[in-house]
């Protein structure tokens, strides 16, 4: 079945340090894929998508590319901030049933060191 | 907007004890998902709805029951109450359920179960 594997945290970075966590996916067709970040004591929200290959997704100094050929969707940041700790998850859009549902990783901490 | 509220937002219960998770959204989706959250194991589909009656099972629905109330309201039951359901847990709808589809989270609740 499709599957998301990213790497373990902790992940811990000083300010303004570049940032990449990596993210494969095992897939049959062409997924969309996602990052969600979990702030402390809240829900998932969206930070980017890509729905094809070599889409970009970016938002808030955060992208990511969608490689077909590598499988992998990997989230990177050139400057973190203190105000980037969360946890992020990688996630691919699974059609099976009436609707589309979300595999996700087991997600990546993130600590961001002043 | 409110988005997607959840209620509780903590609970403890003893084993054996039943319980109804209320989730309701305002954004006019159709599609609506329960998820739990795990240390280690991120988030994994219980129950889904894609539409307004209709219900399916996700990936670990043993133990839950679920109902689509309206097209606004889903809730999560547990019957039962086991330690093994000690979670976060975790609503999210989505427009259309489409592969595209961004699916937006309420703010969880934390259930213990002694």
């Known amino acids: 079945g499709n599957s998301v594997t990213q790497m373990e945290g902790p992940v811990t970075l000083s300010e303004e340090a570049f940032l990449t966590i990596n993210c494969t996916y095992t897939?049959?067709?062409?997924?969309?894929l996602f990052w969600y970040v979990q702030y402390p004591g809240e829900g998932l929200q969206l930070l980017l998508k890509?729905?094809?290959?070599?889409d970009k997704g970016s938002n808030k100094g955060f992208e990511a590319t969608y490689r077909k050929e590598t499988t992998s969707f990997h989230l990177e940041k050139g400057s973190v901030q203190v105000s980037d700790s969360a946890v992020y998850f990688c996630?691919?859009?699974?059609?099976?049933?009436?609707?589309?549902?979300?595999?996700f990783g087991t997600g990546t901490l993130l600590a961001v060191q002043p | 907007n409110a988005g997607v509220t959840q209620t509780p937002k903590f609970q403890v219960l003893k084993t054996g004890q039943s319980m109804t998770l209320q989730c309701a959204q305002d954004m006019n989706h159709n599609s609506m998902y329960w998820y739990r959250q795990d240390p280690g194991m991120g988030l994994r589909l219980i129950y889904y709805s894609a539409s307004e009656g209709t219900t399916d099972k996700g990936e670990v629905p043993n133990g839950y029951n679920v109902s689509r109330l309206n097209k606004r309201e889903f809730s999560l039951r547990l019957e039962s109450a086991a330690p093994s359901q000690t979670s976060v847990y975790f609503c999210?709808?989505?427009?259309?359920?489409?592969?595209?589809?961004?699916?937006?989270f309420g703010p969880g609740t934390r259930l213990t179960v002694l």
């Open positions: 996630a691919l859009s699974d059609r099976g049933g009436a609707t589309n549902k979300l595999i």
């Open positions: 897939a049959t067709g062409y997924p969309s």
């Open positions: 999210a709808s989505s427009d259309v359920g489409g592969p595209t589809d961004t699916q937006y």
């Open positions: 890509a729905t094809k290959a070599d």
